[in-house]
């Protein structure tokens, strides 16, 4: 087996100075707010195999929200998009039995910035029709995890994407944008 000394290197993803995000300092996640929704984006820097975010899509708003997981998208500092593994990919990364957890400290942080959110349910998913969609009731959360392709042993900047996550009612489109810097030793 070869081994490039890039795969050697360990690397962290951290959260890159936003004005418009709020940064938890612990566990380097990063929360925002728009229209209603908050999203928050944490890195999960134990898993090494591939670049690895928890994602957390709280609806505070009065209507329906919806979003596709499938969508979701990490930038690197060339512009090159990737997208989240797909299932068997993450089984052949990662091993069928492997449950990510976010970082212990993350729930302290989240009670501290919003204690509200940690109270919030996540309301079991309902079947539909369109099996990538996902609902998300008013004062609901959805929990999730992302997978990519290891980009931060080559990138020192990237950019999580979580587009248009859909105002069922009024039929707004909300998109965030998660800037993150590799920290390579």
Not at 28 to 33: I, R
Not at 37 to 48: E, R, Y
Not at 55 to 62: A, F, G, H, K
Request: proline share 6%; glycine share 6%.
């Amino acid at each position: 087996m070869i081994i490039g000394c890039a795969s050697l290197r360990t690397t962290k993803i951290i959260p890159a100075i936003d004005q418009d995000a709020t940064i938890f300092p612990k566990t380097g996640a990063v929360a925002s707010t728009k229209n209603g929704i908050v999203v928050l984006a944490v890195p999960l820097n134990d898993v090494k195999e591939v670049d690895a975010l928890g994602v957390i899509v709280v609806n505070e708003t009065s209507n329906w929200v919806s979003f596709y997981k499938n969508k979701c998208v990490l930038l690197d500092q060339n512009g090159s998009t990737f997208n989240p593994l797909s299932k068997s990919e993450e089984n052949f990364h990662l091993g069928k039995n492997f449950k990510p957890q976010l970082p212990p400290e993350f729930k302290m942080e989240l009670f501290s910035w919003r204690h509200g959110i940690v109270g919030q349910g996540s309301i079991p998913a309902m079947p539909l029709e369109d099996l990538h969609k996902t609902l998300v009731m008013p004062g609901s959360k959805r929990q999730f995890f992302l997978y990519f392709k290891k980009r931060s042993v080559q990138s020192s900047r990237l950019t999580l994407i979580i587009p248009n996550i859909y105002n069922e009612v009024s039929d707004e489109k909300t998109t965030f944008a998660f800037k993150f810097e590799v920290q390579k030793g």
